[in-house]
């Protein structure tokens, strides 16, 4: 079996093409617009916090920068929640303050991974 090295000083001191840089971007541009169309919106934050980020040499990068992101896209296991500043937690339509809530966790929506896939085999529509 053959083995194939990269060398990647190499490729980075070619620069970029910039027809290829621009049908990157565009991609990019794609996939960072199916992620906002995908993406739960309770507050808006997590969507309006997708962007594209352009990487110092070649490419770009589609981010998600709201700091419940990482939760949003991977989940969370079950997991017991308390008050941090009072001595109870009360929400309205709770039946009365509560010392701590059992949360059964989040399953995680994928949605950065899904909107790459749909946006690499061309969908036009999120729904």
Do not use: C
């Amino acid at each position: 079996m053959g083995r194939v090295v990269i060398n990647q000083a190499f490729v980075n001191s070619l620069g970029s093409y910039k027809p290829v840089d621009r049908d990157l971007e565009r991609r990019a541009h794609r996939v960072a617009s199916m992620a906002r169309g995908r993406g739960p919106i309770k507050t808006g934050a997590y969507v309006s916090s997708i962007g594209v980020e352009r990487l110092r040499r070649h490419g770009y990068r589609v981010t998600a920068s709201d700091r419940k992101s990482w939760w949003i896209e991977r989940g969370t296991k079950p997991h017991v929640i308390r008050p941090k500043v009072k001595q109870a937690l009360w929400w309205p339509g709770a039946p009365h303050p509560m010392a701590k809530v059992n949360h059964p966790g989040t399953r995680p929506t994928h949605n950065m991974a899904e909107a790459l896939e749909l946006a690499s085999r061309g969908v036009s529509h999120v729904r």
